[in-house]
């Protein structure tokens, strides 16, 4: 097993990387729409639903759901990612740097979505418990919160050590492992206009489907559903390869 020591907020400089969204983002834009017109046609929201896109980044799902007509706000720790966004804001969609540990409004929002394991990256539990209060305060009554994360046992069984990437003449060298709590990544990045290679180290926990059930039970939330991909298929704990969650505020 690799062991690294890993910056307690690595996520502050890969976020405001350019090539981080390149990694993972600009060419999966029909699969993430799709997904959101499916989760639209499950949630069912009425045309003057308010909604929070949490660790939004650029705002590529905000600006999906704020394409529907509904009013969409979305908040980002990286002040570079909410710059870029901010360049689609209109009247029904804004953007805001924000901290998700620290609070925004209060029982303002509909529904609000943390997409894309956007989440499990802080040093402590507490900071993990102050992101779900975040929203669990955002919300009304009855609220409802939609958490995209990746399934454990199906991250563990499908690890690939090692793998190489290049995009737009970029090249990505990824070295994953794990030990009892966490997941890690390491992404040595080969540009021709950078003097060095970047990289960077991700650190992601391993929150089981209980350990959210009981974050959100601790600020007022309740799983209503659980589905175990894009689909919006069964979730099997085995076989699933995300983990996404249906909460309501009590």
Request: aromatic share 16%; with cysteine; net charge negative.
């Amino acid at each position: 097993m690799k062991t690294a020591t890993v910056a307690s907020d690595w996520y502050k400089d890969w976020f405001d990387s350019s090539y981080y969204h390149k990694l993972y983002f600009e060419r999966n834009d029909t699969e993430a729409a799709a997904f959101i017109h499916r989760l639209l046609d499950l949630l069912s929201p009425p045309p003057d639903a308010r909604m929070l896109d949490v660790a939004c980044g650029r705002g590529r799902h905000a600006r999906i759901l704020a394409a529907q007509a509904f009013d969409v706000t979305g908040i980002d720790l990286s002040e570079n990612s909410i710059r870029y966004a901010l360049q689609f804001q209109k009247e029904n969609l804004h953007f805001y740097k924000h901290d998700m540990r620290e609070l925004f409004y209060t029982n303002y929002f509909d529904y609000a979505f943390n997409f894309f394991t956007s989440f499990g990256y802080f040093r402590t539990q507490r900071e993990h418990d102050s992101a779900i209060r975040t929203v669990s305060t955002s919300l009304k009554k009855k609220g409802l919160f939609t958490l995209d994360y990746l399934n454990v046992r199906y991250a563990e069984d499908h690890l690939e050590q090692h793998s190489q990437k290049e995009i737009d003449g970029v090249i990505y060298h990824l070295t994953k492992w794990t030990d009892e709590t966490h997941f890690y990544k390491h992404i040595r990045i080969e540009d021709r206009i950078l003097a060095t290679p970047l990289e960077f180290t991700e650190k992601v926990a391993k929150f089981s489907l209980k350990d959210f059930s009981d974050m959100f039970a601790r600020h007022g939330l309740k799983i209503q559903d659980v589905f175990g991909n894009y689909h919006l298929e069964v979730y099997d704990s085995r076989l699933s390869p995300r983990l996404l969650l249906l909460a309501e505020k009590q």
